[in-house]
């Protein structure tokens, strides 16, 4: 059988492109309007969860479920690496809703209402002031520098530097 393409076959051939094209496109716009309207949602919470912490009145086991989420989530260790595509960040993504339901159960929901309308309406909220964050930087820094000399130093790599 012999295959003979005319204009009219190619033109409806990419006529069906075009408009695949397109369906596609729709779709693939639709799915990244539901999951960044999915991250903002979870920003807010990340950002009333860091204005809760800081509150008085917050019962000390929030306050550490908070501080347990939050080190997992910009942790570089977790159950599934990052470095996996697309499979890495479900445990992070799977971790926010249930820390979130298990703070709420913890933490009076007056204060967590009222914490949140702080948040909602300051949306330029400074969350991290002073010279903390920049000392934990550094300090996360020199450790990874540190543990990266004694890695070294376990393998058996020679160096100048002393430690």
């Known amino acids: 059988m012999v295959y003979s393409f005319t204009c ?38 990340i950002k009333v969860l860091i204005v809760l912490v800081k509150h008085p009145e917050v019962p000390k086991k929030s306050k550490f479920l908070v501080f347990f989420l939050l080190s997992y989530i ?4 977790d159950l599934i690496p990052d470095f996996i595509p ?16 298990l703070i709420n159960r913890v933490t009076p929901k007056t204060l967590i209402d009222e914490v949140r309308a702080e948040v909602e309406n300051n949306p330029h909220l400074s969350l991290f002031k002073g ?26 790599v020679e160096s100048h530097l002393p430690i």
């Open 131 to 156: 010279k903390g964050p920049k000392i934990a930087a550094v300090t996360i820094l020199v450790l990874w520098v540190w543990l990266s000399f004694l890695m070294l130093k376990w393998l058996g």
């Open 74 to 77: 910009f942790s570089p260790i």
């Open 8 to 45: 009219l076959n190619l033109l409806n051939y990419i006529d069906w492109l075009f408009n695949s094209i397109v369906k596609a496109q729709a779709v693939l716009k639709k799915i990244y309007r539901k999951w960044r309207s999915w991250v903002n949602h979870w920003h807010g919470e």
């Open 86 to 101: 697309i499979f890495g960040h479900w445990d992070d993504f799977a971790a926010i809703p249930i820390f979130m339901a």
